[in-house]
Every structure is written in structure tokens, then in C-alpha cells.
């Protein structure tokens, strides 16, 4: 079976690297016979480079990976493909397929609901506010793309106001809260866009830890809906080989 390489940023915080490396247990134990395999394109090891070279020497002629990226920006749009690109190069013989990132899947989306009822507000509570938080890029596009998530959360609830912040933007916690309370929310939910736990998750949250409104949300590591959102990409991607290779 073709493995599957799944590409977390990396972080400082060992926090961060443990949560992907269970959401990763999670997939194999739903397919056993899968190859499944962790690099980092940061902070951590094993690398990219480390673990595509790894596979090569092991006789592998193809592999999946799966940038678990949430935004299109600098990692999902120069650096992993310039690493992919060097990879393939060293490498011929193995064909390198890369998926699409993790993106704003519906699961997903659904996931962060979740991790908002799972605080103990109600869907049927319109006074809830739900400031989305990510970590934010230099590129304004990728940015406006996480600003539209926010309105597709509170689909299929009672919630009415939502506001976008950003853990490296001046779009900050603090006047996304401010905001929502401004507009009557009584409770705060901070949701976290953002894969697993780490420094920036923490600044976040410490940022409104004296807001007796504010409730925080968990990170989405650890929802079933990732492992499968994972998979998902997998698929996506040798499907589109062979049909390409039909064609």
C-alpha cells in the first residue's frame, strides 16, 4: 500500500508534536495496513527531506503526503512544494504525490462546532459570540479565507455573531472580543482554528483568561473528524493519479 507521509508545521511546544502524532495512531488504527508517517517541515524531526529519503532507500515507489495545513499560505504554497520539488529530484524513482491541504473541510468546520458545545453553550443560545482564532499570515488572501469559516460555524445554531482573530496579526483577540460583546453577545466562545495545542494557542488564550465571558475552545487534534479529513486527502489524491494516468 502507497504510505502516507502527513506534514504538521512543527512547534516549540512538545504539546503540539504529541497531538498530531495521536491523530495519526488514531488513522492507522482505522487502517491497519497502512503505511502512516510523520515529518515536520519545522522545529521538529524527522524532517521532510529525513523521511521521503527514508522511504526511497526502503524500495517505496510512490507516496502520499498530506500537508496537514489549514491555510494557503507560506508552508502550503512555497516552502512544502520546494522541499517536494528537491525530494523528487534526489529521489527519481519515487513518485511523490502531494494532496490538497486540510483546508476549511466541512468536517472540519463541523469539528470546531463541536469543540464550541463542548464548553457548554448551547446551539440554541443566541446570546453566544464565537470569536474564530488562527494563526494568521502575511498574505491578506489566505486571511480573508479564514474570516469566511466563522459565518459557516454558526450554520444550524442559534448563534448570530462571530468575529475573526489572529495569533500574529493585528486583528487581535482582545478587539474580537471586545467586538462581539460590544454587539450583546453575553458569552465568548475563542475557537481555535488551529490544529493542536502550542505557544501561540497559549498567547491566545491568556489574552482573554480575565474575561469572565470568555470560555476557551480545544484545539481540533484529538476530533475524530481530522483523522478522517486525513484520509480524505489521501484518497483524493491517488484517485486523482490513476485518473490521470487513465487519461
Known amino acids: 500500500m502507497t504510505p502516507l507521509v502527513a506534514v504538521a508545521h512543527g512547534s516549540r511546544d512538545p504539546r503540539s508534536a504529541r497531538a498530531v502524532a495521536a491523530v495519526l495512531a488514531a488513522l492507522r488504527a482505522e487502517h491497519p495496513g497502512r503505511d502512516v508517517r510523520l515529518a515536520f517541515l519545522d522545529l521538529n524531526t524527522p524532517s521532510v527531506p529525513q523521511v521521503l529519503g527514508a522511504l526511497a532507500a526502503e524500495g517505496h ?48 468546520v463541523a469539528a470546531a462546532r463541536d469543540r ?40 444550524g445554531t442559534a448563534w448570530t455573531r462571530e468575529a475573526t482573530c489572529f495569533a500574529t496579526t ?55 473528524a481530522l483523522a478522517r479529513v486525513i484520509d480524505a486527502r489521501y484518497t483524493e489524491a491517488l484517485s486523482r493519479a490513476r485518473a490521470l494516468r487513465a487519461a
Open 116 to 155: 464550541i458545545t463542548a464548553t457548554g453553550v448551547s446551539v440554541d443560545d443566541p446570546s453566544v459570540g464565537v470569536a474564530l482564532c488562527a494563526v494568521g499570515s502575511r498574505r491578506p488572501e489566505a486571511n480573508r479565507a479564514t474570516e469566511s469559516i466563522a459565518p459557516r460555524i454558526l450554520a
Open 61 to 108: 515507489r510512490r507516496v502520499v503526503v498530506v500537508p496537514l495545513l489549514l491555510g494557503s499560505a507560506f508552508h502550503a504554497r512555497v516552502d512544502l512544494p520546494a522541499l517536494l520539488r528537491e525530494a523528487q529530484q534526489r529521489h527519481p524513482l519515487l513518485e511523490i504525490l502531494c494532496s490538497d491541504i486540510l483546508g476549511d473541510d466541512d468536517l472540519l
Open 170 to 224: 493585528d486583528l487581535s483577540v482582545e478587539a474580537a472580543i471586545a467586538d462581539l460583546t460590544t454587539r450583546g453577545a453575553r458569552t465568548v466562545v475563542l475557537t481555535p482554528w488551529i490544529l493542536a495545542p502550542g505557544l501561540l494557542w497559549d498567547r491566545a488564550c491568556a489574552a482573554a483568561e480575565s474575561m469572565p465571558q470568555v470560555r476557551t475552545a480545544a484545539t481540533l487534534a484529538g476530533h475524530g
